[in-house]
Structures are given as structure tokens and as C-alpha cells.
């Protein structure tokens, strides 16, 4: 069974900045697709930044030039580099993979970003 912990989120001021880190369970397997995204109250789950196996990087608009998505493929790990925040970015930031045709999300951590 394959399970993604989440680490990182917190309380940070506007301006400041946060690491996120999503490692897998398990070992022994690629991993294709990796993704964070994120669900601030009252609103739809959005991506935020996705990675391929190759290493090619997708972003929303909101997060462009602020947010880096990086994986370390010996560890199983993807990380979200998120400087410059903005109220607007407070959510519960989830990790996604996709292993073997399946996908499997977080539990999710909460960023919490104070004007």
C-alpha cells in the first residue's frame, strides 16, 4: 500500500516563505507524474505546480516566479519551494503521484499565510 506523508506547512507573514516536502512509503518504483495542490476554505481543489519523470515543470498562474517544484527521484520525494507568499496562498496544500497507472494524494498540510 502506498502512502504519501506531507511535511512543512505552518504559519508564515506575508512575504515569507515555506518548504513543503511529500515522500512515498514505499520503494522499488517509479514514479511519473508528481503534483501538489492546494484547497483554500470554501473553494475547489486546485493544482498548484506539477513535475514529470523527466523533470518538466508545470505552474498556475497564481504561483509563477514565486513557487518551485523539485523531486529527488532516489528518495521518492517531491518538494514545493514557495517564497513571496500572499494571503491568498493560505490552504491545505496536498502532494499527488501518480505510480503503476494509480494516483495517490496526501493527507495534506495546512499553510497558513498572515497579512
Known amino acids: 500500500q502506498v502512502q504519501l506523508v506531507e511535511s512543512g506547512g505552518g504559519l508564515v507573514q506575508a512575504g515569507g516563505s515555506l518548504r513543503l516536502s511529500c515522500a512515498t512509503s514505499?520503494?522499488?518504483?517509479?514514479?511519473?507524474?508528481m503534483a501538489w495542490y492546494r484547497q483554500a476554505p470554501g473553494k475547489q481543489r486546485e493544482m498548484v505546480a506539477r513535475?514529470?519523470?523527466?523533470?518538466?515543470?508545470f505552474y498556475a498562474e497564481s504561483v509563477k516566479g514565486r513557487f518551485t517544484i523539485s523531486r529527488d527521484n532516489a528518495k521518492n520525494t517531491v518538494y514545493l519551494q514557495m517564497n513571496s507568499l500572499k494571503p491568498e496562498d493560505t490552504g491545505v496544500y496536498y502532494c499527488?503521484?501518480?505510480?503503476?497507472?494509480?494516483?495517490?494524494w496526501g493527507q495534506g498540510t495546512q499553510v497558513t499565510v498572515s497579512s
Open positions: 514505499g520503494t522499488g518504483f517509479t514514479i511519473n507524474m
Open positions: 513535475i514529470t519523470s523527466a523533470g518538466t515543470t
Open positions: 499527488r503521484m501518480w505510480i503503476f497507472g494509480d494516483d495517490y
